[in-house]
């Protein structure tokens, strides 16, 4: 049923990158990463994360492209194809399909959020308002059911009419023209943010190093966040992987995917810390600091208005590239398993993800007395299900499959293929001991500290 049409590949490596750099460098990168590191001991921090990203993260990248590229199938049929229909393994790939399908209900969601901010830049909302009022703008959107559905409708719209074109005239396609802009966007910010008078303030926020802020907790923090700025556990890059061509270097492609996240998310940080600084606020985390803070600050530059309008773009170019591998994620599943074709298994996909975003759009309205886990609305409980335990889990299961159970000529032969010998054996090492015990320390707290 499923082998009859050839399937599509990347068309070229640099696609391929551009369109895995896409899907890791998202709204994680720019507002949250930032922000976390300041908390947690600067330059410190930068440190323990880098090294989470690079023994943990990247091998479990490396693991999923691999998985993909071996069997050609999405991410449940890669185990179905290696271990036969009625392998337990299989549930690794619905745990990162499920993943990849409660994200994006309410990623598009925060999406629509940073649509409308375009919007209200595009049209000069901030200038000459006094920060309360620009503060309440947000407090405004999030109480207005209606307003925040329709640019959730609008998002998925975007990212339907890019997946429906398929892999190398939809994903490929966008990946190549949005990618080059956010860099150029980003760019821009981040010479903005070295020039204003809170430049030496804003790097110090970042780098100078605080070993006494630099906790346990800061570690997990690390390694968390190392999973979910990669796209790991969630089925997107199993996918993406399955169009990478035979010959080429996983490891070679997989370090400038990170290397791109690693270095976008860093400069976010210097776009952003340097400005606030400069008008003499303090930063704030997350939503606060993307949709209260910052426009506060756009609004007593020079420039403002139209570094608004650009940073509101990149935001949006950001999750746009990421839930696309999302929603790919899932079409492939039943384009490969279930012979769909591309069009229909992308428009039930899209529409199903509006629905389920619905509750998270009347999270902080209607619904907000609707509690799921625990005081969590249905938008918190989404993201505390995800980020907290199926992530995880679904990494540990891919960790644990692939470093013991998985035939290692098979591997050999996925990363010798325009790779170097040494590549297998550290790389074997870090999937089969290091990747899974950190992930194992990982969960097990995160459990803790939710109780669950
Ligand atoms: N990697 C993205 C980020 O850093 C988040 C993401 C999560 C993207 C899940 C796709 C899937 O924001
Ligand atoms: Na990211």
């Known amino acids: 049923m499923n082998?009859?049409?050839?399937?599509?590949?990347?068309?070229?490596?640099?696609?391929?990158?551009?369109?895995?750099?896409?899907?890791?460098?998202?709204?994680?990168?720019?507002?949250?990463?930032?922000?976390?590191?300041?908390e947690n001991g600067g330059g410190a921090f930068v440190l323990v994360y880098l090294a989470?990203?690079?023994?943990?993260?990247?091998?479990?990248?490396?693991?999923?492209?691999?998985?993909g590229r071996h069997t050609r199938r999405d991410a449940v049929g890669a185990f179905v194809q290696l271990?036969?229909?009625?392998?337990?393994?299989?549930?690794?790939?619905?745990?990162s399909i499920t993943a990849a399908f409660l994200i994006l209900s309410y990623y598009s969601v925060v999406a629509g959020w940073t649509l409308d901010y375009v919007y209200r830049a595009l049209r000069g909302s901030f200038s000459g308002v006094p920060a309360a009022t620009i503060e309440g703008m947000f407090d405004g959107l999030i109480a207005d059911g209606p307003r925040q559905i329709l640019w959730h409708l609008v998002f998925i719209c975007l990212c339907l009419g890019i997946v429906i074109g398929g892999v190398q005239k939809g994903i490929e396609r966008w990946s190549k023209i949005l990618m080059p802009i956010l860099l150029a966007l980003l760019a821009l910010l981040?010479?903005?943010?070295?020039?204003?008078?809170?430049?030496?303030?804003?790097?110090?926020?970042?780098?100078?190093?605080?070993?006494?802020?630099?906790?346990?907790g800061s570690v997990l923090e690390a390694m968390g966040h190392a999973f979910f700025t990669l796209s790991?556990?969630?089925?997107?890059?199993?996918?993406?992987?399955?169009?990478?061509?035979?010959?080429?270097?996983?490891?070679?492609?997989s370090l400038r995917i990170v290397g791109l996240?690693?270095?976008?998310?860093?400069?976010?940080?210097?776009?952003?810390?340097?400005?606030?600084?400069?008008?003499?606020?303090?930063?704030?985390?997350?939503?606060?600091?993307?949709?209260?803070?910052?426009?506060?600050?756009?609004?007593?530059?020079?420039?403002?208005?139209?570094?608004?309008?650009?940073?509101?773009?990149?935001?949006s170019f950001a999750a746009l590239t990421s839930a696309i591998s999302l929603l790919e994620a899932q079409v492939a599943y039943l384009?490969?398993?279930?012979?769909?074709?591309?069009?229909?298994?992308?428009?039930?996909?899209?529409?199903?993800?509006?629905?389920?975003?619905?509750?998270?759009?009347?999270?902080?309205?209607?619904?907000?007395?609707?509690?799921?886990?625990?005081?969590?609305?249905?938008?918190?409980?989404?993201?505390?299900?995800?980020?907290?335990?199926?992530?995880?889990?679904?990494?540990?299961?891919?960790?644990?499959?692939?470093?013991?159970f998985w035939s290692g000529s098979e591997e050999k032969q996925e990363l010798v293929a325009g790779g170097s010998g040494w590549v297998y054996p550290l790389w074997h090492f870090l999937i089969r001991y290091i990747a899974p015990s950190a992930i194992a320390i990982v969960l097990f707290f995160k459990m803790r500290e939710t109780g669950l």
């Open 261 to 315: 996240d690693v270095t976008i998310a860093l400069m976010a940080g210097l776009a952003i810390f340097p400005i606030v600084f400069s008008v003499g606020m303090e930063p704030g985390a997350g939503p606060g600091l993307i949709f209260k803070t910052i426009p506060v600050v756009f609004s007593r530059i020079p420039g403002g208005f139209v570094l608004a309008i650009l940073f509101f773009l990149l935001l």
């Open 83 to 95: 271990e036969g229909k009625r392998s337990p393994w299989i549930a690794a790939g619905w745990v």
């Open 335 to 404: 384009i490969d398993e279930r012979g769909w074709g591309r069009k229909r298994a992308t428009a039930l996909l899209a529409g199903l993800a509006f629905l389920v975003g619905l509750p998270t759009a009347l999270s902080y309205n209607s619904l907000a007395q609707w509690h799921l886990i625990g005081e969590r609305t249905f938008f918190d409980s989404a993201d505390l299900l995800t980020s907290n335990y199926l992530l995880p889990i679904s990494g540990l299961l891919i960790s644990i499959y692939v470093g013991w």
């Open 3 to 38: 082998q009859t049409a050839p399937r599509s590949l990347w068309a070229s490596r640099l696609g391929f990158i551009l369109a895995a750099a896409g899907s890791a460098v998202g709204l994680g990168n720019i507002w949250k990463f930032p922000y976390v590191v300041g």
């Open 190 to 216: 981040f010479m903005n943010g070295m020039l204003s008078k809170g430049a030496w303030e804003g790097i110090a926020f970042m780098f100078r190093p605080d070993f006494e802020k630099l906790t346990a």
């Open 232 to 253: 790991l556990g969630m089925a997107a890059m199993i996918t993406y992987g399955s169009y990478i061509k035979r010959n080429e270097d996983l490891l070679g492609s």
């Open 52 to 67: 989470c990203i690079l023994l943990v993260g990247l091998p479990i990248m490396m693991a999923e492209f691999m998985l």
